[in-house]
């Protein structure tokens, strides 16, 4: 298996100008690793539908890739949205989960399944273009490239060991923003000239 | 029943078109299943299906990221299994979002016995969103008054469909 941090250190130099939207349990590492803050989204809030906000994105903007950044518990939560997504078929979209079995978020509590849960096989079945998974940071680092190149929608299942000191907590410490300021921030970013 | 009491699902639609709805964002309804045809049979207007109501709120609100013009369209049983979304999302994220809602169970002038439609205007008044209420051609005009109101307001605004739509 691979740390958090290391997977998205691999996904953070290889997104060129993507858009990224990092769930609840990804945004802290992510944020760390993150070169271009005014292209991300540190999603809090509405727990699990960091992908249906990224699916709305890559629809609108079609010339934009966009990746988004699921936990497994957020995933679990909504998992129509994999039949969602697919039935659109967002040719600009990447969607890895990041299993580490465990809701990090509130303490590190097991997710229903845990690791055993195979998110690959729904991801399949519901239609995306493209699956894969990875357990290790160098089998990750290897394909990443090739997979960011790919007609979407891409999933891709990260195993990640069961961290629960990611900074993620909900009572801290990292200073987030409200998601009202990434939002905005963003559509400003994509929809005004210059 | 006189012509003007009747709900047409092509007026709610050409009402859609005429304020520059790009993207309808839904979960059928049997009251409105007339107007989800019509969306779908709309070539202009690009239809999300979506498996669950919660989807919803949060899709429109990546399109509208994207310098889109979405409309979200859910029975009232969909509103409240929406509730996270519409908080988390739709009001705290201030994005906004017109979400047309199927009033099942709505009867106006007789006993309503269905929970769904006794609980869904305490629960826009508790959420403080602002809705109308359409039902007939003659009514579609508050769909634009909606538009303009969440466009005003950065906040979401409810049109409730009062009764079960004809086709075209």
């Given at each position: 298996?691979?740390t958090?941090?290391e997977s998205?250190?691999?996904i ?5 100008d993507a858009?990224?939207i ?13 070169q271009?803050e ?7 809030g ?5 992908s249906s906000v ?5 629809l609108?903007?079609?010339?934009r890739?966009v990746?988004?950044l ?12 994999l ?7 967002p040719k600009?979209?990447y969607?890895?989960v990041?299993q ?5 978020f509130t ?10 849960v195979?998110f ?17 940071a160098?089998?990750l ?7 960011l190149s790919?007609?979407?929608?891409v999933?891709v299942?990260?195993?990640?060991e069961?961290e629960?000191?990611?900074g993620?907590?909900a ?5 987030w923003?409200p998601?009202k300021?990434y939002?905005?921030?963003l559509r ?7 | 029943?006189?012509?003007?009491s009747i ?16 993207h309808?964002?839904w ?6 299943a ?8 709309d ?9 669950r ?9 990546g399109l509208?990221?994207?310098g ?6 859910v029975?009232?049983?969909?509103f409240?299994?929406?509730g ?8 705290a ?15 106006r002038?007789?006993?309503?016995k269905?929970s ?12 403080r ?8 051609d003659?009514?579609?005009?508050r769909?634009?008054?909606?538009f303009e109101?969440?466009?005003q307001t ?12 004809r086709?075209?």
């Open positions: 298996m691979m958090m941090t998205v250190e691999i953070s130099a290889h997104r060129q858009i990224v990092a769930s609840q349990s990804a945004r802290a590492p992510w944020m760390k690793v993150s271009k005014t292209l991300d989204i540190a999603f809090a509405s727990m699990s539908k960091e990224g699916l709305g994105i890559a609108a903007r079609p010339e890739k990746i988004v699921s936990g497994d518990g957020e995933l679990l939560m909504n998992l129509g949205t039949v969602t997504i697919a039935n659109q078929a600009n979209f969607h890895f990041m580490n079995g465990v809701y990090a303490g590190g509590q097991p997710t229903p399944g845990g690791h055993a195979d690959a096989g729904f991801a399949k079945n519901a239609g995306y273009a493209g699956v894969y998974g990875f357990d290790t160098h089998k680092s290897a394909r990443i490239g090739d997979i790919e007609t979407g929608p999933f299942s990260l195993q990640l069961p629960t000191d990611l993620v907590s009572k801290g410490p990292f200073p923003r998601l300021e939002l905005h921030g400003k970013t994509l929809t005004v000239p210059g | 029943m006189t012509s003007e709900l047409h699902a092509a007026t709610i639609v050409e009402a859609l078109k005429t304020n520059g709805v790009s309808t964002v979960l059928p309804c049997s009251d409105t007339a107007i989800h045809e019509a969306i779908t049979a070539r202009t207007l690009h239809s999300i299906p979506v498996c109501e919660g989807e919803t709120m949060a899709i429109a609100a509208w990221v994207g889109r013009i979405p409309v979200v369209f029975q009232n049983t969909g409240f299994e929406s996270d979304s519409i908080r988390g999302i739709g009001l994220a201030e994005i906004p979002m017109v979400i047309l809602i199927g009033y099942r169970g709505y009867t002038h007789g006993q309503t269905d769904a439609a006794r609980f869904i205007e305490p629960m826009l008044h508790t959420w969103i602002n809705y109308y209420l359409v039902e007939c003659a009514d579609c005009d769909i634009s008054k909606a109101e969440a466009e950065s906040r979401p605004v409810a049109v409730l469909i009062g009764k079960e739509c086709p075209s």
